[in-house]
């Protein structure tokens, strides 16, 4: 009969049909390893035993009755009372409840008592309840499913294990024991005689020796009842199950549907998912970790959405702040396309994105800048804040300190520090390359000059690039001391002369307009510099 049940589960199943002492064939309990977990005595509830004489004329042992850690009867709500048959002694002999029942003694101090049990009684009819289910329902049920897998899974909805499914013991045990209460797991694992500290073992082999009743606590524990965590159907994916909804304002499947998960990528537990629309192209990526889902990012917007921007700004010449609107996005999103498809971004509104201080004070026009450096950098930190969003910070840690902890990534912690790097040298490259080509390239190359062309406060370069790696080699590399300058310089002076004509100090005055201070200062360096030159 149990031959489709998963070997995990076969055995505890086995357990909970045979862990009662049927009224009939007494052979079949005799596993004496099990022996441990069962109450010392046959039990019974007084009121059952009374409904038994009068329907069937005798009473006979519930099976329900005996399971480990039955104290209550599920039907009467009633503590069950100890016979006097040792649990041990039926694995020999054959006790007829009625014959063992006498309902006039059943008054005894168990039934009475107002002790540690009575006091979790709602959670041992809690218990009881899932047993009889169990009893009831459990060979109509699939067992066909792999338990390690659907514990871990219902641990990551909890976020109690990591994103790659990482236990942190203690932390199963907190809340495990939250939901239980620490004292009824306390009375009921004595109850039971049970010391074994399972819920440590929850992902180890060891799982296959579980007793029916842990998985019981667990099922409960995870989903509210063995039912429940039966029907339950944890999805693989941490990001949940698909379709997922579309980002794109102005796709139909906007806020519903239409994308499919196109790659999860993991790094340091935290999990990167992209997700793409069938329908519109548009991508995005959402960060996971822990205890929390970072928000929706959009990747590439795809050829529905770039594709209505073009046709608005180039067919029907709208402006930058109407073609926001059809689109609907900030005019900031419109203007980062334009550039990218190399379209002229109107001076006037560029100067002035939005009229200082219009709606300075309010949560939402913070929370705006917030997440336009957001779509910008893919992330957002307190000193990117502090740069691009001057005030945000502190208004939003007065007024929303939740929606600001929730957008801002920890300097310390940002997994994407490379990138940034890689960002910001990409941006110096760039400026040092427009230097050497456009600007003015007779000027020493410094690190003032190249933030200013790059767009940076220098003192803010200078804090970040010792964050920055590569960006600093770079930085390292191309800035020139003043000698190197100077030779630079001279040498291209010396250059630029006819054939063998030395250079002179009159020359370098000329071409390179010296300050006074700056000649005398380097007037020896400059001096042998001409005489090697002259060579
Ligand atoms: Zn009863
Ligand atoms: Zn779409």
């Known amino acids: 009969m149990a031959m489709a049940y998963s070997p995990v589960f076969r055995a505890e ?3 909970v049909m045979n862990g009662g002492v049927s009224a009939f064939p007494l052979d079949r309990i005799g596993e004496t390893k099990s022996l441990p977990s069962w109450p010392k005595r046959l039990r019974y509830c007084p009121d059952c035993a009374n409904e038994d004489t009068a329907i069937h004329g ?25 016979s006097r048959v040792a649990v041990h002694e039926t694995t020999t002999n054959f006790y007829a409840a009625s014959d063992v029942i006498i309902l006039e003694d059943s008054d005894d101090d168990n039934i009475n008592a107002h002790d540690d049990l009575t006091y979790h ?10 047993s009889e289910w169990l009893l009831n329902e459990g060979m109509s049920v699939d067992w066909n499913f792999d338990f390690q897998t659907k514990y871990k899974r219902l641990l990551r909805e909890k976020d109690i294990v990591t994103i790659q499914g990482v236990a942190d013991y203690d932390l199963i045990t907190d809340r495990f024991n939250d939901y239980w209460g620490e004292d009824f797991l306390k009375t009921l694992y004595s109850a039971m005689d ?32 063995v039912k429940a965590f039966l029907e339950s159907d944890p999805s693989e994916n941490p990001f ?3 379709p997922w909804p579309c980002e794109n304002p102005i796709c139909g499947h906007c806020g519903t549907d239409g ?14 998912g992209f997700f793409q629309c069938d329908r519109c192209g548009m991508l995005y990526k959402q960060v996971k970790r822990k205890g929390k889902t970072g928000n929706r990012l959009i990747v590439n917007y795809g050829h529905v959405w770039t594709g209505e921007m073009s046709r608005c700004l180039i067919d029907k010449k709208m402006n930058v702040a109407e073609t926001a609107g059809i689109l609907k996005c900030t005019p900031h999103v419109v203007e980062s396309h334009m550039k990218k498809l190399g379209l002229r971004v109107e001076k006037k509104y560029f100067r002035s994105p939005q009229p200082i201080g219009w709606k300075s004070e309010t949560a939402e026009f913070h929370k705006e800048r917030v997440l336009k450096i957001y779509e910008q950098y893919q992330e957002v930190t307190f000193s990117m804040l502090r740069k691009h969003a001057p005030g945000t910070y ?24 490379r990138e940034a790097d890689r960002q910001l040298l990409k941006q110096i490259q760039a400026a040092v390359e427009w230097i050497q080509n456009e600007g003015n390239k007779e000027r020493q190359l410094t690190f003032g000059y190249i933030a200013r062309v790059a767009g940076e406060k220098e003192q803010e370069l200078k804090y970040s690039k010792l964050k920055r790696p590569l960006t600093k080699t770079y930085l390292d590399a191309v800035v020139e001391s003043r000698e190197e300058w100077l030779r630079r310089r001279i040498t291209a002076i010396r250059r630029n002369k006819d054939g063998c004509e030395p250079v002179s100090i009159a020359d370098i005055k000329r071409e ?24």
């Not at 390179?512 to 060579?535: A, G, V, W």
């Open 259 to 272: 994308c499919k998960n196109t790659e999860i990528r993991y790094l340091n537990g935290v999990a990167t």
């Open 58 to 82: 005798e009473t006979y042992w519930h099976r329900l009755h005996q399971l480990p850690g039955m104290i209550y009867c599920t039907k009467h709500s009633m503590r069950l009372a100890d």
């Open 240 to 242: 949940g199950k698909g």
């Open 394 to 417: 502190a208004y939003l840690s007065k007024h929303d300190p939740a929606w600001l902890r929730e957008h801002l990534i920890h300097e310390s912690r940002r997994a994407d520090s």
């Open 13 to 15: 199943l086995e357990c």
């Open 194 to 225: 049970d010391t074994r500290d399972w819920i440590r073992q929850l992902y180890a082999a060891r799982i296959v020796t579980f007793k029916p009743i842990y998985h019981i606590l667990l099922m409960c524990f995870l989903k509210g009842s």
């Open 121 to 130: 009684k709602a959670k041992f009819l809690k218990i009881g309840k899932e």
């Open 512 to 535: 390179m307009s010296l300050k006074p201070n700056t000649y005398r200062r380097y007037h020896d360096f400059i001096k042998r510099l001409i005489d090697e030159l002259n060579k």
